[in-house]
């Protein structure tokens, strides 16, 4: 399984950016998709999170700015950033707890690459 993360890059604050993780492989479900971020010098922490039945989770941080959503048939997220601010500023990592088909149903979390998230004026 690979996870691709792309739509990082340098917004001014208030601006917006669209984050899409997409998941490829011997899929059978992707139970889990959503992010984490890490800026310099603090541990990764939680983003947003969705499962595959639509059930979301948000740090509160994010609450009322980002937007998760996903395309099952897909397995692709999209992270809607709204009103960004330089505290956001991290690399953001797509994370997928996903069940392939291997033989038998094997269930494992997967990490994608960073995309870099930069907010200053």
């Known amino acids: 399984v690979q996870l691709q993360a792309s739509g990082g890059g340098l917004v001014q604050p208030g601006g917006s950016l669209r984050l899409s993780c997409v998941a490829s492989?011997?899929?059978?479900?992707?139970?889990?998709l959503g992010w984490y971020r890490q800026a310099p010098g603090k541990p990764r922490e939680l983003v947003s999170m969705?499962?595959?039945?639509?059930?979301?989770n948000y740090t509160g941080s994010v609450k009322g700015r980002f937007t998760i959503s996903r395309d099952n048939h897909k397995n692709t997220a999209w992270l809607q950033m709204n009103n960004l601010q330089p505290e956001d500023t991290a690399v953001y990592y797509c994370?997928?707890?996903?069940?392939?088909?291997?033989?038998?149903?094997?269930?494992?979390?997967?990490w994608g690459q960073g995309t870099q998230v930069t907010v200053s004026s």
């Open positions: 969705i499962t595959s039945s639509g059930r979301l």
């Open positions: 994370y997928g707890k996903i069940t392939v088909i291997q033989g038998t149903l094997i269930t494992s979390e997967y």
């Open positions: 492989g011997n899929i059978y479900i992707s139970n889990l």
